[in-house]
Each structure stands twice: as structure tokens, then as C-alpha cells.
């Protein structure tokens, strides 16, 4: 399984996403409001235990790309960070979301790379309508982890492993996915998709 059919061929083996708290209600509900957000490293919005997750207990959100690469920076490196045309000029395409970033039904905002440890490159997507994102999503067949308000793409193993301490919930419309007992599963905002804190190997 890949987060990312485009990436699969790059991608190495995913990991199970285990431990994580529990999936937004502020998502799930539909609210993708940023009342609260701060601006900059700290525009994570916290429950005040340091974890940035929302207030609710929900999933992560930011207000840009500078504070998702903050965020993944807890549990993965995440450096160089170049916004998606500094970084596309030099790699051919081995970062998604070229294309579809240009796309209006995927309501992507802001698209930058940065790379992990082994210089493996991870998207990262701001995405104020999760609902529309995720239709596009569900057309495509792309699978991603996502907070309230933004998507990551990794590719390298190391840096899914390291985000598996994050709040941080895998998507995926898989009409055969098959969550083990003991991984936590619940609806996305678009019917047939689903957010998770399993990702299959």
C-alpha cells in the first residue's frame, strides 16, 4: 500500500500508524475553521499539552506550510524547506502534487517539499476545504496522511515511522481496506473514505 500511487514506485514499505490519539470532531463534523491559529512555528494550534493537536483532541491543524514542517519536525526531520516550484526545478517530479496542486478541485492553497533524514522528499499541502480535497482524493485514488487543515505525503519508511507518534490520521477511500481490530477507524468527510490510525504494509 502506498500514500500515494504516484510515489509507488519510490515509496518503500508503509508502517502501521499505532498509538495515536483519537480522530477530530472538529473535522468530522466539518468545521475546518482556523479560529485560534497563531501565525508562524506556532500557528499549531495546541490543547495546551504541548501534542498540537486541537483543542477538542482532534487533528493537527496549521496555517501554513512553515508550521506543518514545525509540526512533522517533532517526529521527523523535516528540512529544506522550498515551496513546490523552487523544489520541482530541481527533482523531477519525485514529490506529488506537481499537477494536481494547479488544480482547483483539489483546493490546495500552498504546496512546498521538504525532505526527511535520508533526503526523501515530503509534501506538504495546506488545504482550507478538507471535504473538496478529500472528493479529489477519492476520484484519484491517492491516499495521504492528513490533520484538520493540511496534508503530508512522505515517501521514505523512516519518516512514516517517525510520524506514527503524531496525531496525524491516514486517508484512504479502499473500499477493501480491512482495519485490524485494535486501530481506530472512523468516517472522513466525504462518504467512502475513512481516516485511520492503520496504514497497511
Known amino acids: 500500500m502506498r500514500l500515494s500511487r504516484s510515489l509507488a514506485t519510490g515509496a518503500a514499505t508503509l508502517a502501521l500508524l499505532a498509538a495515536l490519539s483519537g480522530c477530530g470532531s472538529d473535522s468530522e463534523s466539518g468545521s475546518e475553521s482556523g479560529s485560534g491559529a497563531k501565525t508562524g512555528a506556532d500557528s499549531v494550534v495546541g490543547s495546551g499539552d504541548g501534542s498540537g493537536q486541537t483543542a477538542t483532541g482532534g487533528l493537527p491543524r496549521a496555517s501554513d506550510t512553515e508550521s506543518i514542517a514545525s509540526y512533522l519536525n517533532r517526529y521527523t526531520p523535516c528540512g529544506s524547506v522550498a515551496t513546490g516550484d523552487e523544489y520541482d526545478d530541481g527533482h523531477d517530479g519525485d514529490a506529488w502534487g506537481t499537477d494536481e496542486s494547479e488544480d482547483p478541485a483539489w483546493g490546495i492553497e500552498e504546496r512546498a517539499v521538504c525532505t526527511d533524514g535520508a533526503e526523501r522528499p515530503i509534501t506538504l499541502l495546506t488545504v482550507p476545504d478538507m471535504q473538496k480535497f478529500q472528493i479529489a482524493a477519492k476520484a484519484s485514488g491517492d491516499e495521504f496522511l492528513v490533520g484538520e487543515d493540511f496534508a503530508v505525503v512522505p515517501v521514505?519508511?523512516?519518516?512514516?515511522?517517525?510520524?506514527?507518534?503524531?496525531?496525524?490520521?491516514?486517508?484512504?477511500?479502499?473500499?477493501?481496506?480491512?482495519?485490524?481490530?485494535?486501530?481506530?477507524?472512523?468516517?472522513?468527510?466525504?462518504?467512502?473514505?475513512?481516516?485511520?490510525?492503520?496504514?497497511?504494509?
Do not use: H, M, W
Open 156 to 201: 521514505g519508511d523512516e519518516a512514516i515511522r517517525g510520524l506514527q507518534q503524531s496525531a496525524l490520521r491516514f486517508l484512504t477511500c479502499d473500499a477493501d481496506l480491512v482495519v485490524p481490530s485494535g486501530f481506530e477507524k472512523e468516517p472522513a468527510l466525504v462518504d467512502g473514505c475513512v481516516l485511520t490510525n492503520y496504514v497497511p504494509e
